[in-house]
């Protein structure tokens, strides 16, 4: 085992001697990519890496999967099960391995059938939700994390400003969609962070929209582009918002508002500051001088992540702090352009 794997999986280890109890348990998911800096599937097959606070770890691989469990590195007992055999055996092999009365495990990210299948192994077996300790170790970036992070934003920056040069009017949002996939593995994405947004027009006022096949943009348009390149195990979630030829008063309006109120945000986004802070600081100086019937307040949006839309985010819900020393990639730091709503920039194309 590598002393870098065995550094990772210390930080685990670690993390049940703080909580108090007897290990951890990862599934495929943004932590056990963490720690085992390889990418395996969540599907109908369990797959579990428990790491104690003291003593080695183990893992319970399906055997379909050992060939590629086998690049981890990973010396540790492994606990293998087979389709036409069931997974109830290996489970209960793993346990008295590890011989543990208590587990803490990523409440946002284990399914229901592995929580039952440790309980059936061992009954007694107390299981606590640790999501916020467990995924809160993400935070905390090396310096090879964040070159990862920056490589993405690069990667997916590159291909917006090959997609917005074949932009035509008349184009559907599904031509366009298709372009910038395209130019995301052009420009060295190993994947799609996401499934990417692409709505123009009243499609771009919809949260989560969908490429349409048949809208065709127009003179006017907002285009909006959300989107993110996958790279080295790292996600970039980037959103554009750009205007077909020219923008109305009202968009330019909307823009300077929400501008202001990212700012004002950045201004406050300091160590040992709460992640809600910013977003629901009070913003008088932004909503005052240009008051726009139909507003909503603007987010945080989606941090950069090992997966976009899962903990450690900034949405109001939560309460992360950031830790002291650290520092954290913005649209600014990364890209070298002024900050911007959401990471929009307005431009007209």
């Known amino acids: 085992m590598t002393s870098e794997l065995s550094e990772r999986l210390a930080d685990y280890a670690a993390v049940a001697a703080d909580l108090g109890v007897d290990a951890v348990a990862l599934v495929p998911g943004p932590n056990f990519s963490r720690a085992l800096r390889h990418d ?30 086998e690049l981890v590195g990973f010396e540790g007992a492994v606990f293998d099960w087979r389709d036409q055999d069931g997974h109830a055996a290996a489970f209960a092999s793993l ?10 495990v990523e409440g946002q990210v284990m399914r229901v059938f592995v929580h039952h299948a440790l309980r059936a192994a061992q009954p007694d077996l107390e299981i606590v939700d640790a999501e916020r300790e467990i995924s809160g170790l993400r935070m905390v970036k090396t310096p090879g994390d964040i070159a990862a992070m920056r490589r993405a934003i690069e990667i997916s920056e590159h291909a917006l400003t090959r997609t917005l040069e074949t932009v035509r009017l008349g184009q559907t949002e599904k031509q366009i969609e298709r372009t910038l996939v395209q130019s995301l593995f052009a420009e060295g994405a190993d994947d799609l962070a996401f499934t990417p947004i692409v709505a123009a027009g009243d499609g771009s006022a919809r949260p989560h929209a969908s490429a349409r096949e048949d809208y065709a943009v127009a003179a006017g348009d907002a285009l909006l582009i959300d ?22 008063d009202e968009a330019r309006a ?22 809600p802070t ?6 008088p100086a932004c909503w005052r001088p240009r008051p726009i019937p139909t507003a909503s307040a603007p987010g945080p949006g989606t941090g950069l992540a090992a997966r976009c839309t899962r903990h450690p985010t900034s949405c109001g819900a939560t309460t992360w702090c950031c830790p002291p020393a650290r520092s954290i990639p913005t649209n600014r730091a990364s890209t070298g352009s002024a900050p911007s709503a959401s990471g929009s920039r307005m431009t007209c194309w």
């Open 40 to 69: 395996f599937m969540s599907h109908e097959r369990p797959f579990l890496l428990v790491i104690p606070a003291q003593g080695p770890a183990a893992a319970l691989v399906p055997n379909l999967e050992l060939g590629s469990w």
């Open 95 to 104: 346990v008295q391995h590890v011989d543990i009365r208590s587990l803490a």
């Open 227 to 248: 989107f993110g390149a996958h790279k080295d195990g790292f996600c970039a979630d980037i959103t554009r918002t750009v205007f077909l030829g020219h923008a109305s």
């Open 254 to 275: 909307v823009y300077d508002t929400v501008l202001r109120a990212n700012l004002a945000a950045l201004a406050a986004t300091r160590a040992g500051v709460t992640a």
């Open 278 to 283: 910013p977003s629901t600081m009070p913003r």
